[in-house]
């Protein structure tokens, strides 16, 4: 006897951070106009997404003293947008990256509480933290928190002791404030005294409709893991293979317990890219032209540069990497993470090109991010399937590479695949985010 498919979560991020986008394409459009996330927010509701993803930059990256020219150069304030797209739409989640190191809870907590009000429990918090002093001269903070106390971890859970870092805290004060008005609408004052922030007054916001708005967490390092298993309603990763999600997602499930969670409190979504086409080899034949738009010969010598922290300017894209060894300490790309022991990588990379007899631009394209799922409608709906029946992933946060229509495709010709499987919804169930994700809400602890 057949069994019907695990149902899977499905969310739309805006394309336009980092390389993903290919803006030379002529469909490409504006990044910041309202147009552009209306329309691709209304893409991702009719069919039937979870949420609307926003990713967040605080100071613009540069490279070389220059503006990242190949990167967004503009963007509005998140919870602003999403505000707006509330009107717009009527039961797609809106989910915010709002920095935890330039915020304060008591502030951060009431806009979120609010968006939550305005779109009738739809609202959704990204955190993500900063620890490095060139996006805090924005904030004329020159003593940034040490990198002990927030790294791409968000901080980990109290574990034998171990202290919350100012991310953890953050996240678990905004939550006492949610909590301060009682479920029948009566405020009660709040006192929180901890390592990093210590508060007191009465929250302005009454109980949002979903209880707490959805936490998402970003983050693959084990303190990462940690908090999402302690605190999370969704993780936002990123895995390549079907292996390496299943390992990651028994990990992350394995952690629960020791919170008194279930393995269904969590979902584990990853951020992947697709291309289609109306076969699986005029699918490959696009992803390569897409590879080659996104990694153009300058964008090759950007990327290399960012592993070698020096200005290779005046090496050719098609030719042999460089001999001379990275610089670990170079403060050549501001605003960008370096990825690993520069050294190291540029070791991987040399024997790759070694093996392959790969030029620069060819051994970018071949060691950075690439197309996820790729093939027909039909291969990419029967992939998407497997890696949730196989416990790799509860779901997936799809990053289209055109802006604002490069999810129009998807939603058209493979979403009706999946509804076919029985793996997707065929429409809303509940009118929150939470009853979207499966999540119950919160028990009020007043």
């Known amino acids: 006897m057949s069994t019907a498919p695990r149902q899977m979560h499905l969310a739309a991020h805006f394309p336009g951070v980092n390389n993903t986008t290919v803006w030379a394409d002529p469909r ?38 220059r503006i990242h020219d190949l990167d967004v150069v503009g963007r509005p304030e998140s919870l602003t947008l999403l505000a707006a797209l509330a009107a717009v739409t ?42 490095d002093a060139f996006t805090g001269e924005n904030f004329r903070r020159g003593g940034y ?28 004060t905004a939550r006492e404030l949610w909590d301060t008005w009682t479920p029948d609408g009566t405020p009660r004052p709040f006192t929180h005294q901890g390592q990093h922030f210590g508060i007191e007054g009465e929250f302005t916001v009454p109980r949002s409709p979903q209880g707490h708005p959805v936490v998402i967490q970003a983050g693959d390092s084990p303190e990462g893991r940690e908090f999402a298993a302690s605190a999370a309603d969704v993780i936002f990763t990123r895995h390549g293979t079907l292996e390496a999600g299943r390992t990651f997602y028994a990990d992350v499930k394995a952690r629960l317990a020791k919170y008194g969670r279930e393995a269904d409190e969590l979902k584990i979504m990853p951020g992947v890219t697709f291309v289609l086409g109306d076969s699986d080899a005029e699918a490959q034949e696009k992803a390569a032209e897409i590879r080659l738009q996104q990694v153009s010969p300058q964008n090759a010598l950007l990327a290399l540069e960012q592993i070698w922290g020096r200005d290779l300017s005046s090496y050719d894209p098609d030719g042999p990497l460089p001999e001379i060894d990275p610089d670990p300490e170079s403060s050549l ?74 999810l129009d495709d998807f939603v058209d010709r493979v979403v009706p695949l999946l509804q076919e499987r029985g793996a997707f919804r065929s429409e809303y169930t509940g009118p929150t985010l939470r009853s979207h994700l499966g999540l119950a809400e919160p028990v009020w602890k007043g």
């Open 90 to 131: 009527d039961r797609l989640g809106l989910a915010a990256t709002v920095n935890a190191t330039f915020n304060e809870p008591y502030e951060l907590a009431r806009r979120l509480a609010t968006l939550d009000h305005l779109s009738d429990g739809r609202a959704a918090w990204n955190v993500v933290t900063s620890s």
């Open 28 to 65: 490409s459009r504006s990044q910041i106009d309202f147009s552009s996330f209306e329309h691709l927010a209304r893409t991702a509701e009719r069919g039937t997404f979870d949420f609307f993803f926003l990713a967040e930059g605080l100071r613009l990256r540069e490279h070389n003293g």
């Open 333 to 406: 790309v501001q605003g960008r993470v370096r990825h690993g022991d520069p050294l190291a990588v540029a070791a991987r990379w040399r024997a790759l090109s070694k093996e392959k007899g790969l030029s620069i631009r060819q051994t970018v394209i071949e060691t950075t991010g690439r197309q996820s799922f790729i093939g027909s409608p039909q291969t990419v709906a029967a992939q998407l399937t497997e890696f949730v029946a196989a416990d790799a992933a509860d779901g997936f946060i799809l990053v289209p590479h055109l802006t604002p229509g490069g």
């Open 145 to 172: 928190l040490d990198r002990a106390d927030l790294p791409q971890a968000l901080g980990s859970a109290r574990t034998g002791g171990t202290p919350y870092t100012r991310a953890a805290e953050f996240v678990a």
